[in-house]
């Protein structure tokens, strides 16, 4: 077995550069780390602050809204009872002062017979046919005193209050009823008042 083979020593190449160095990263130190995680925290803050207080203001108008809203559908109702009660207090008013004026006239004849005269004035003379329409209670009283009209017919009406009359003629109709004296004389004192 002579067949041995020669070792021979590899080659040895020289060693592979050294690799460039790498540039060094800049690591943020714990300090800037916190500092960076609090200006974060503290932009995410003011932006959130920022949205809730927009979202808030929009929720505070919605709401006002909403309660002009319900204020409006309360005062519109108590206009109207306003109006109403104001309305029933004048009718009150008439009433009571028609009651109070009824009694006067039963009282005093004479307040009755110058107003029957002043409703004939207003017709006016030239009327063919007057019919005066009076409470049979007061045409009983006021009778006497009225016969001496010339043209006039009494009648009496068992729907008119004590003091009331009404005068038709040809072209003319008096309502001489307490109301609508009373109501004529509320109404030229409201329309002074509203001067």
């Known amino acids: 077995m002579n067949d041995a083979v020669r070792w021979a020593a590899p080659e040895l190449a020289p060693p592979p550069p050294p690799p460039p160095p790498q540039p060094e990263l800049n690591m943020p130190s714990v300090e800037e780390v916190q500092a960076i ?8 803050y003011a932006r959130g602050h920022a949205e809730g207080a927009a979202a808030g203001q ?19 109702p108590l206009a109207r009872l306003d109006a109403e009660v104001g309305d029933a207090l004048g009718d009150l008013a008439v009433r009571i002062a028609g009651a109070l004026l009824g009694r ?35 045409l009983a009283m006021l009778g006497p005193h009225l016969l001496t009209l010339d043209g006039v017919r009494l009648s009496p009406d068992a729907n008119l209050a004590r003091g009331d009359l009404r005068l038709h003629a040809d072209s003319v109709r008096i309502d001489g009823s307490l109301s609508s004296r009373l109501n004529a004389a509320l109404q030229r004192i409201a329309a002074g008042g509203e001067r």
Do not use: C, K, N, W
């Not at 929009?58 to 519109?76: V, Y």
């Not at 039963?106 to 017979?113: F, Y």
């Open 37 to 44: 995680e609090e200006a974060a925290h503290a932009e995410g």
């Open 58 to 76: 929009a929720e505070i108008r919605r709401i006002a809204a909403q309660m002009e809203g319900i204020l409006d559908a309360f005062t519109r």
């Open 104 to 138: 006067s006239y039963a009282a005093d004849p004479e307040l009755l017979e110058a107003l029957v005269r002043e409703a004939l004035d207003i017709a006016g003379s030239d009327q063919r046919q007057v019919e005066l329409r009076l409470h049979p209670d007061d």
